[in-house]
């Protein structure tokens, strides 16, 4: 059995647009064991005006899931982080160690506005960079810069973040355009790790489809590294510039 590590994803319930209550929550981490996934890690949204979610907000829904959770085996190991939207408010709190970075506190998932980059993003990578945390780019598939023009995406990834495939997005989540642009940044290079970004229950048969899809087109060796070792080098602050 593969041992994959899920950077991604929104089991924690009645906290974003994720799972809408503790069953379905559960049903999603016994889903992706099925799959092959032996950790995954809640990242519920944290983002103004939307998801307006604090730490200590994030920490208590956390909390509220484990007695769910118990001493089960048929569920992979969990773990709490956040996906960061990176606006002038998150940032904010990252900056003052209000955010959830990764646990071992090396890397950090953030998510752009999908239309626009905002301004100074480079800089603000440099300062994350500064507090010794790992930007890990949320889906990049799905920014409109990118779908014109990957090498745009070059700046960040010299600036030392990594990038991270939503593996459905290879069988046609979030529509063609998304598809196309995950198969040209997967061919060209450009991803450190996939993930599932699951929501619901309901997503696993793409989740599925998704990691045949990868296997399909970038090999096993490949996708073991997706999967497996690049997501625990995230975890454990062991990725190389």
């Known amino acids: 059995m593969p041992a994959y590590?899920?950077?991604?994803?929104?089991?924690?319930?009645?906290?974003?647009?994720?799972?809408?209550?503790?069953s379905e929550g559960i049903g999603l981490l016994r889903g992706l064991a099925e799959l092959?996934?032996?950790?995954?890690?809640?990242?519920?949204?944290?983002?103004?005006?939307?998801?307006?979610?604090?730490?200590?907000?994030?920490?208590?829904?956390?909390?509220?899931?484990?007695?769910?959770?118990?001493?089960?085996?048929?569920?992979?190991?969990?773990?709490?982080?956040?996906e960061h939207h990176l606006d002038d408010t998150v940032f904010a709190r990252l900056l003052a160690d209000q955010g959830l970075p990764y646990p071992g506190g090396h890397g950090v998932l953030i998510e752009l506005p999908t239309d626009r980059f905002p301004l100074?993003?480079?800089?603000?990578?440099?300062?994350?960079?500064?507090?010794?945390?790992?930007?890990?780019?949320?889906?990049?598939?799905?920014?409109?810069?990118?779908?014109?023009?990957?090498?745009?995406?070059?700046?960040?990834?010299d600036g030392g973040a990594v990038l991270l495939l939503d593996v459905g997005a290879l069988v046609g989540h979030n529509g063609r355009s998304v598809r196309r642009t995950a198969e040209e940044l997967l061919e060209a290079g450009y991803y450190y790790a996939a993930c599932s970004d699951a929501?619901?229950?309901?997503?696993?048969?793409?989740?599925?489809?998704?990691?045949?899809?990868?296997?399909?087109?970038?090999?096993?060796?490949?996708?073991?590294?997706?999967?497996?070792?690049?997501?625990r080098s995230i975890l454990d602050g062991t990725v190389e510039d």
């Open 120 to 157: 100074r993003l480079r800089d603000r990578l440099f300062e994350l960079r500064c507090k010794r945390l790992r930007p890990v780019l949320a889906h990049p598939e799905r920014y409109r810069p990118v779908w014109k023009d990957i090498d745009v995406l070059d700046p960040l990834v």
């Open 199 to 231: 929501h619901r229950v309901a997503d696993l048969d793409e989740v599925g489809r998704g990691i045949d899809r990868l296997t399909e087109l970038a090999g096993k060796d490949e996708t073991a590294f997706m999967l497996e070792q690049g997501p």
């Open 36 to 82: 092959g996934f032996a950790t995954v890690l809640a990242t519920p949204h944290m983002r103004a005006g939307l998801f307006d979610n604090s730490r200590a907000d994030l920490e208590r829904a956390y909390a509220r899931m484990q007695p769910a959770i118990g001493a089960r085996t048929d569920l992979p190991e969990v773990g709490l982080s956040c």
């Open 5 to 22: 590590v899920d950077l991604h994803c929104h089991w924690v319930a009645d906290i974003d647009d994720g799972a809408p209550e503790i």
